[in-house]
Nanobody, 121 residues
Framework: QVQLVESGGGLVQPGGSLRLSCAGSGSIFSINYMGWYRQAPGKERELVAHITSGGSTEYTGSAKGRFTISRDNAKDTVYLQMNSLKPEDTAVYYC???????????????WGQGTQVTVSS
């Protein structure tokens, strides 16, 4: 059984910062990609950023220049540092990991339960 548990969401004023964390646990053998997605009310889930096991990163949309993704491979944990937050960043943020469990030959995607980020004055 694998779990991805997010933390760090909350209410922040425009221009503020938050740091999200997502820790993997369970029978994880190897993690390839780890990433963050978000879903705002009435909108589809969208990729924010992802990072490979080697540390290569990719950002999409307005995350570029404001957000920083990082990971600690020893802890199976991925982080998202979000700066200069805007009201349009308000969404539920989901952690994603493409990983292989012990005893499996295949990589598959796992998701966290989501953490709410609200940017409002």
């Amino acid at each position: 059984q694998v779990q991805l548990v997010e933390s760090g969401g909350g209410l922040v004023q425009p221009g503020g910062s938050l740091r999200l964390s997502c820790a993997g646990s369970g029978s994880i053998f190897s993690i390839n990609y780890m990433g963050w997605y978000r879903q705002a009310p009435g909108k589809e889930r969208e990729l924010v950023a992802h990072i490979t096991s080697g540390g290569s990163t990719e950002y999409t949309g307005s995350a570029k220049g404001r957000f920083t993704i990082s990971r600690d491979n020893a802890k199976d944990t991925v982080y998202l540092q979000m700066n200069s937050l805007k009201p349009e960043d308000t969404a539920v943020y989901y952690c994603n990991a493409r990983l292989r469990t012990s005893g499996s030959s295949w990589y598959k995607d796992y998701w966290g339960q989501g953490t709410q980020v609200t940017v409002s004055s």
